[in-house]
């Protein structure tokens, strides 16, 4: 079975279990071999002599390599095809003229004497595959220029055809601006912060495949020098003063020159009344004339006449009753029936692929396939007209082509085959994600070792490819995360993807860095936790977001966090997140200001630690005690934790948290009225910075003992030698090596976040 002809590594199969070679292409212009003979020239003549010389070498890999996906003569013609693709835009000048015209026409405010409110919306109506997005990008590429600040893009429907959540589109939009939004952030303040970052801006927004007018709605900026244009299959009811231009099939001769692109003008020129007929048989719809094109460029012996032929003996299908997608689905069965079974099949599966994105890396372990397989299929696809070149390696399946190849899915793919591939796809995406994890680890280090141990398709040279492998890649990884979390057949896999990304995200760009993407992941953990019945993993989920939603302001909303994740972790009996909870509620209280009851829960989470003998714990609970007792002006109970969290620390041999233990102590005596006793101890205090190994740590306590010398009546000599000290630590520029990474003005008996 194709499935085995490699592992989930990447690395390469057993020369038995590769796929044989009757799986090679045979078309209408080649042998069932796929191999090129004296009477079947492997290239036509319409191929410019560069391209005819990469073809050959093309065919002479291919023939090398027998069983590969793309072999022979198919193969050859194919890579010639794709570097014609997309060369120019064809036709539409009335349409651009009509937009451009739109955008300096006055607007209902204009009319009425009032300064325009908002930005001008144009809209791009139409159905998916009459060449709305192309008109829509090839405007924005005309209008550049006239919009400085840059022009932003975001589609706004999935690849099975579910409306985008607009705050996700709103953080990405302000991610490309430069802005960062608080995690866990809503809608409205999401969109609320868009309209105020492009304010005073010219800024262009696409925003393609609307699927309503509240989606527009809501990512409208309120700047008029900015543009929006919509791309929509239907009326945008609802937006103001929009201009709509609706798109339909080309005019003969832009059909004509598009259908050129892909045979070469010879054969165009041959038969140029075959050439309108068969424009008149796509009606002009830009998809599907390249599916037909894509087909003729594979079969070089083919005319312009064979391929009207062709498409008029297609049998009538269900997908004919709809005359406007008639043409584009009767292209499609004429290309589809041209590909061999087992590049069918790779076809079919693209369709799993989160967002439609997909490379080698993924077509190979959704076929089960070789990675250089893989890669060959994908620039095959692409000079069929299946796919569109993204990026280096990158495709994107269509929009107007992901219905017609569901549908084949379904209909020629058993559900357990199905679920395999998808089981692959996600497998080799961990181990992606492990990869590039293990890249961020530093040169020599066992991270290191353990890359350079891996199969070549998964490593990476150097952090920083990884780092932009992550970074480009980032939006249909997360996408591959929600879509096996929503389909819930593999959530062990999806668990797994969800803590490799988490784990790439840390390493790469740090915990802050990469806040708000780890929030949409813990509530991915979240929900998989909830419907496998997973306690320990949804209390960790929990006390994460509380995490993020206490930094981010929402306390009430994280202190509800804690509080179900207490539930969740007494409910598993594990120590460890019933702990953190405990301790968690208290932090959030403390912060609150309620004194009381951040001291009642930080107590039992003490009692907690105290039966685990749990010391660096405990010392650390105790220094909160006393510092939320000390806020709350009860210093002789600050005064007995202080020193039992240096009892603590001292017994856990912590000497940075022993010193600051004994400032903790020292500023509760001065407090509680004991000036001799805090000179004592401030003095032990200036001992144990000295010996505690954090230079940085040493120069803050020291100023401290300075200052409590000063107030206490204590020796000044003492006092200046201290503050000497002070400033020479600072000027060498020592580092903090210790656990202290306070700012300068947090006090360092302050242990609230230690």
């Known amino acids: 079975m194709a499935e085995q002809a490699v592992d989930t590594d990447g690395g390469p199969a057993a020369p038995q279990e590769r796929q044989p070679s009757s799986a090679a292409p045979a078309s209408p212009a080649s042998p069932a071999s796929g191999r090129p003979s004296q009477d079947d020239p492997t290239v ?18 291919a023939d090398a390599q027998d069983g590969g996906v793309w072999s022979g003569a198919t193969r050859a013609v194919l890579f010639a095809a794709a570097a014609s693709v997309g060369r120019g835009f064809a036709g539409r000048r009335r349409e651009l003229l009509a937009l451009r015209a739109d955008i300096e026409r006055a ?4 009319l009425a004497g009032r300064k325009a409110a908002r930005s001008r919306v144009l809209l791009i109506a139409g159905r998916p595959g009459w060449g709305r997005t192309a008109l829509a990008e090839e405007l924005a590429r005309r209008l550049a220029d006239d919009y400085p600040d840059g022009v932003l893009g975001a589609r706004l429907t999935t690849s099975a055809g579910d409306p985008v959540p607009t705050e996700r589109t709103a953080r990405e939009l302000l991610g490309r601006l430069g802005v960062t939004a608080p995690p866990g952030a809503d809608e409205d303040d999401l969109s609320e912060a868009l309209r105020a970052a492009l304010d005073g801006k010219r800024v262009l927004l696409l925003l393609d495949d609307v699927a309503g ?18 791309v929509s299959r239907g009326p945008l009811t609802g937006v103001p003063d929009v201009r709509p231009c609706t798109v339909g099939g080309l005019d003969v001769s ?46 070089p012996q083919a005319s312009v006449a064979d391929a009207l032929a062709r498409l008029r003996e297609l049998p009538p299908d269900e997908g004919d009753l709809d005359h406007g997608a008639r043409p584009l689905t009767r292209a499609f069965r004429l290309a589809f029936a041209a590909l061999p079974s087992a590049v069918a099949r790779m076809l079919r599966l693209l369709v799993l692929v989160p967002g439609g994105s997909a490379d080698a890396q993924i077509a190979s372990a959704l076929a ?19 796919l569109r070149p993204r990026g280096p390696g990158r495709y994107q399946v269509p929009g107007c082509l992901y219905p017609l190849l569901r549908d084949r899915l379904a209909a020629e793919e058993r559900p357990a085959e199905v679920e395999l591939a998808r089981a692959r796809m996600l497998e080799r995406t961990v181990r992606q994600l492990h990869a590039c994890r293990l890249a961020a680890d530093p040169a020599g280090s066992p991270g290191r070792k353990k890359l350079a141990g891996m199969p070549k398709p998964l490593r990476f040279s150097s952090s920083a490819e990884a780092a932009g492998w992550l970074e480009e890649r980032l939006p249909t990884l997360i996408e591959a995360a929600r879509l096996a979390v929503e389909t819930g057949r593999l959530d062990t896999l999806a668990r797994r993807l969800v803590a490799a990304l988490t784990h790439a995200l840390t390493a790469h760009r740090g915990a802050a860095g990469a806040a708000v993407e780890l929030y949409g992941l813990h509530q991915l953990v979240l929900d998989v936790a909830r419907r496998r019945d997973l306690p320990v993993e949804r209390a960790a989920a929990l006390l994460n ?29 594990d120590p460890y997140t019933t702990g953190r909870a405990l301790e968690s509620i208290g932090g959030t209280y403390e912060e609150l200001e309620d004194w009381h009851r951040a001291a009642d829960w930080y107590g039992r989470a003490l009692e907690l630690r105290l039966s685990r003998r749990d010391l660096p714990a405990a010392a650390r609970l105790y220094a909160r005690l006393g510092t939320v007792h000390g806020y709350a002006g009860k ?33 509760a005596q001065e407090r509680a009225g004991r000036p001799k006793e805090a000179l004592r101890t401030w003095a032990e205090v200036a001992a144990a910075a000295r010996t505690c190994g954090d230079t940085r740590l040493h120069a803050d306590l020291a100023l401290h003992v300075a200052d409590a010398l000063d107030r206490l009546g204590g020796d000044p000599a003492v006092a200046r030698s201290l503050r000497r ?30």
């Open 44 to 61: 036509s003549s319409d191929t410019p002599p560069r391209q005819r010389r990469a073809a050959s070498a093309g065919t002479g890999r």
């Open 107 to 110: 607007g209902l405010d204009t």
């Open 213 to 230: 007018a509240e989606q527009v709605d809501a990512l409208l900026p309120d700047e008029p020098g900015c543009l929006v244009v919509a």
């Open 254 to 299: 832009a059909a004509v020159g598009l259908l050129a692109q892909y045979t070469g003008p010879t054969r165009i020129t041959c038969d140029p009344v075959a050439a309108q007929s068969l424009v008149e048989e796509c009606a002009g719809q830009p998809a599907a004339l390249v599916l037909v094109g894509g087909w003729l460029a594979a079969c």
């Open 368 to 386: 089960g396939c070789s990675v250089a397989d893989g890669e060959a299929a994908l620039e095959g696809f692409a000079a069929y007209g299946m």
């Open 545 to 573: 977001l509380g995490d993020l939603d206490g930094g981010a302001g929402r306390v009430d909303k994280a202190l509800a966090r804690y509080k179900s994740a207490l539930e969740a972790a007494r409910a598993s009996g």
């Open 635 to 667: 210093w002789g109970e600050a005064l007995r934790d202080w020193r039992a969290a240096s009892a603590a620390c001292r017994r856990a041999g912590d000497r940075p948290g022993y010193a600051r233990a004994l400032g903790g102590t020292a500023e």
């Open 725 to 754: 000290t002070a400033r020479r630590i600072e000027a060498d520029g020592a580092e903090d090596t210790g656990s202290s990474s306070q700012s300068d003005e947090r006090n360092p008996a302050d242990l609230r976040n230690q």
